[in-house]
């Protein structure tokens, strides 16, 4: 386990209780208190790090993907969905009347777009609410825009897969996912604020002037 441990980058205490937490397989026994461990444990143990740490998933989250990513049974594609699901904001639908409206403004967004895939889904839910409270508010200007977000999001989509790659490689493409998506929101929404303001600066250059 030394060798795993100077390997992974990993303190041995650390590497035994994600192997007690069932994160990681224990190795092929050899003898009394060892065991060998090969390529496969140095990559799972960088991917569990990886998800705890960058990903800051917790250890009752990882689990449950670590057994869907050893499930063969569940797809390539579902299993991108439930790593996706694990860093999406969920956020519950208050009722009102409003949400009716917003409802079909977001499923005909969707069908204009030919989104397959995106309902029913924690993210199709949050955009339904935020539509829902933009119009409670009286903000139509940023609903009417939903399209123009939309078509944004759609280009980041085709970037985030096309950086995925080869998706063969299932600990690769959830680990792509959980971290991609969690620090690519940060990256995102950075890069939006520095474009607000490149853009904003020719429309007040009057209010800029010294």
Do not use: C, F
């Not at 204009?112 to 200007?141: C, F, H, N």
């Not at 792509?176 to 929101?185: C, K, L």
């Amino acid at each position: 386990m030394a060798e795993l441990s100077e390997e992974t980058g990993i303190p041995i205490p650390t590497i035994k209780y994600y192997m007690r937490e069932g994160l990681v397989a224990p190795g092929r026994p050899t003898g009394r208190n060892q065991a060998d461990y090969d390529d496969g444990h140095v990559r799972r143990l960088k991917l569990v790090r990886a998800l705890a740490e960058y990903g800051d998933l917790s250890i009752a989250v990882i689990r449950e993907l670590v057994g869907h990513l050893d499930n063969p049974e569940m797809s390539l594609y579902h299993l991108m969905g439930e790593a996706q699901s694990t860093v999406t904001q969920r956020r519950d639908v208050r009722p009102g009347p409003h949400v009716t409206e917003a409802e079909r403004a977001v499923a005909e967004m969707v069908a204009r777009r030919g989104w397959k895939g995106a309902v029913p889904s924690s993210a199709y839910r949050t955009v339904v609410g935020l539509l829902a409270t933009l119009d409670e508010i009286g903000r139509q200007d940023m609903i009417d825009a939903l399209d123009g977000y939309a078509e944004a999001a759609e280009r980041i989509a085709e970037t985030d897969m096309r950086v995925l790659g080869d998706p063969s490689d299932r600990e690769r493409a959830v680990e792509i996912v959980v971290i991609g998506t969690a620090v690519g929101d940060t990256l995102i929404a950075a890069l939006r604020r520095m474009a607000q303001a490149s853009v904003a600066a020719p429309l007040y250059a009057e209010d800029r002037a010294p």
